[in-house]
């Protein structure tokens, strides 16, 4: 069993039906079941994803989400204490994004085996508290 924290994107692909990457983020998830992963991610994601569902005509569909996102099985990670200094390190040193920066500092914070993201200019930090980050297509996954 690995710790395995996901970015928003990976849901975004998953929840839309993305043509280019719902079927490996489908894999990955079937993947992660079968070994009996503990799946998280922060609650910065969940609130992403509900925001873009938030725009929808349909006025329910951001509650849809929260309950499918749950029902997959995935934990959520608070910004808490233990994510300061992760921020504000990758916010300093490595001039992040505040949304990346609370992602990863989140996942540093619950001692992560794994982030996942679709977005290749975090694969390559090393943050203390997180094993690998990875891009969703690295080999491994």
């Not at 069993?1 to 998830?29: A, Q, S």
């Not at 204490?81 to 505040?98: D, H, M, T, Y």
């Not at 619950?110 to 943050?127: E, N, P, Y």
């Amino acid at each position: 069993m690995r710790r395995i924290c996901w970015d928003t994107m990976l849901f975004i692909y998953l929840l839309e039906g993305n043509p280019g990457h719902v079927k490996r983020v489908r894999e990955i998830l079937a993947r992660s079941y079968e070994r009996g992963d503990y799946l998280c991610c922060s609650y910065l994601a969940l609130g992403e994803v509900m925001a873009g569902a938030s725009l929808s005509r349909d006025p329910g569909k951001a509650a849809v989400i929260q309950k499918a996102i749950g029902e997959m099985g995935f934990h959520f990670l608070p910004f808490d204490q233990g994510a300061v200094i992760p921020f504000s390190r990758l916010r300093a040193k490595e001039k992040l994004r505040a949304a990346d920066a609370i992602h990863l500092a989140c996942a540093a914070s619950a001692d992560i085996d794994l982030f996942l993201t679709g977005d290749k200019r975090l694969i390559k930090l090393s943050v203390p508290g997180v094993k690998f980050i990875a891009d969703m297509y690295t080999p491994l996954i």
